[in-house]
């Protein structure tokens, strides 16, 4: 099999175990409606430009 990170300077690439994830997110809690809200304004605020060329369409 070819090394195609050779040309990064990695020798040899190391096989890595996968990381099954733990948490369960629960969106209908308090906490996760928070959680929501704050992501969808910090979306919000920075992606303003786009939302409102989408807006105008």
């Known amino acids: 099999m070819e090394n195609k990170l050779a040309k990064y300077g ?3 690439p190391v096989n890595r175990p ?7 997110l629960d969106l209908s809690t308090p906490e996760g409606q928070r ?9 919000l605020s920075q992606h303003k430009n786009t939302f409102k060329r989408l807006a105008a369409m």
């Not at 996968?18 to 369960?24: A, D, H, L, R």
């Not at 959680?35 to 979306?43: G, P, Q, R």
């Open 35 to 43: 959680l929501v809200y704050s992501e969808a304004k910090l979306i």
């Open 18 to 24: 996968k990381i099954k994830p733990t948490k369960q």
């Open 10 to 12: 990695v020798a040899e």
